[in-house]
């Protein structure tokens, strides 16, 4: 596909990514494996399709798998309180269940969302329990079951889980469970530096162009985004996870058949993996985050079609460029995005905060960037009257509510019903 070389090569070109590998699979057939710019500037090495990249949250749906595997093997039950398999973890009078933490329904804190308490310290080797100590006292943001929140401590404690029910260190366990047995000979636990020459180095993109992204310690993303990968080994993930050599096909259902919310509401998130739209084709995706590295797997499965795009750079191209070829594989074009004008850019930059979830605008040259709490950054689509689409979530509208000179208000809808509204800091 020359489409692919265009788009990823523009990416390149304006210096928004140091390097990105991308696959394309159609019908069983690769049809595009390749690596484009450099995976390490300083050492001048390029990227390829062999290239490794840290995956961020690409590693909750490995998490789920685990956990599936052992509710196949009558270890664990989705309906049981968590207190079952993590004894004397505080939840006061709330009863979190297993599948709570499996589609971010729990109501626990994120720690990731702590600010400097957790932030502080995330370069800092430290034990699974010390960091489920920063959040395990935290209140709760809601009572589990009635309302959807991205949350890493979630996936955090269901490492922990897969750790006690198996008696195995969680790295152990997706090593012999899945990564050994279906080829998978470049995914792994990532370590806290390169240790490989496939292993690609991670940047931030600023004013002053490229630079080193911050170091993080892979203790703290734990099962919840601390798995390598690159772009062959998920094509061949996925066709494992799909086809049954990962998990039955009725575990498989669960992990990309959404619950509802209490009173019925719709979700998008089922567990470790979204679903989505894009025109008339059903998706299956997950996009990752992690310092210096942004990722995004797609699958649409009545179209026999598999895009993934692993970037070494932080900013919205990963999930831009994966729909952009999902767009041109399935002939869907794209929505006519409206102009976003300089006064309304500048009414629409801020934060709008509720629950402790925070989702930030700001301005991309003469477009907005939307980055909600732990996750990547994503590009906005301007549909009209302050109503905009998310590349990263095709299945969400973000609605403005404007007063005066000023949006005040940000609201995510799902299906026309608002699932969060947050209000604007500093208003």
């Known amino acids: 596909m020359a489409a692919v070389d265009s788009i990823a090569n523009a990416a390149v070109s304006a210096a928004e990514v140091a390097g990105m590998s991308v696959a394309v699979e159609r019908n ?10 450099l995976a390490d500037r300083e050492a001048n090495v390029k990227a390829d399709s062999a290239t490794v990249y840290r995956i961020g949250s690409i590693t909750k749906q490995f998490t789920a798998a685990a956990i599936m595997k052992l509710v196949e093997e009558g270890k664990i039950k989705l309906d049981e309180p968590i207190q079952t398999y993590l004894p004397g973890y505080p939840t006061g009078t709330n009863r979190v269940l297993v599948r709570h933490l499996l589609n971010h329904t729990s109501g626990i804190r994120s720690y990731t969302s702590l600010g400097p308490r957790w932030f502080s310290r995330s370069s800092t080797d430290l034990p699974t329990d010390s960091i489920i100590a920063m959040f395990r006292d935290e209140p709760f943001d809601f009572a589990p079951g009635a309302d959807f929140r991205y949350n890493n401590s979630g996936y955090f404690l269901l490492g922990r889980i897969i750790e006690n029910v198996s008696s195995k260190p969680y790295a152990q366990f997706v090593t012999e469970r899945f990564f050994r047995p279906l080829g998978l000979g470049a995914t792994s636990y990532c370590p806290n530096e390169p240790t490989r020459p496939q292993h690609a180095m991670g940047y931030n993109r600023n004013a002053g162009g490229l630079s080193v992204a911050l170091p993080i310690s892979m203790t703290h993303p734990y099962a919840a985004g601390a798995l390598c990968s690159n772009v062959l080994d998920l094509l061949r993930w996925w066709n494992a996870l799909e086809g049954g050599k990962v998990v039955s096909a009725v575990s498989y259902k669960a992990m990309t058949r959404p619950d509802t919310l209490a009173g019925g509401r719709p979700m998008r998130y089922a567990y470790g993996l979204s679903t989505g739209d894009l025109g008339t084709h059903k998706a299956i995706a997950h996009g990752g985050g992690i310092n210096g590295f942004v990722t995004y797997l797609g699958r649409y499965p009545a179209d026999s079609l598999t895009v993934v795009v692993l970037t070494n750079t932080e900013g919205p191209v990963a999930d831009r460029s ?9 002939n869907v074009p794209a929505a006519r995005a409206l102009p976003v004008s300089v006064a309304d850019r ?21 477009g907005l960037i939307a980055q909600a709490t732990n996750q990547a950054p994503t590009q906005l689509t301007h549909r009209g009257n302050g109503r905009f689409t998310s590349m990263a979530a095709p299945g969400q509208v973000l609605v403005f509510q404007v007063e005066g000179d000023k949006a005040v208000r940000l609201a995510i809808e799902v299906d026309e019903k608002a699932v969060w509204t947050g209000t604007r800091e500093g208003r």
């Open 322 to 330: 994966a729909l952009a070829i999902a767009r041109i594989a399935l």
């Open 28 to 37: 069983g057939r690769t049809i595009v494996a390749r690596g484009y710019g």
């Open 346 to 366: 500048k009414r629409y930059v801020g934060s709008y905060t509720a629950n402790n979830f925070t989702v930030a605008i700001r301005e991309d040259g003469e």
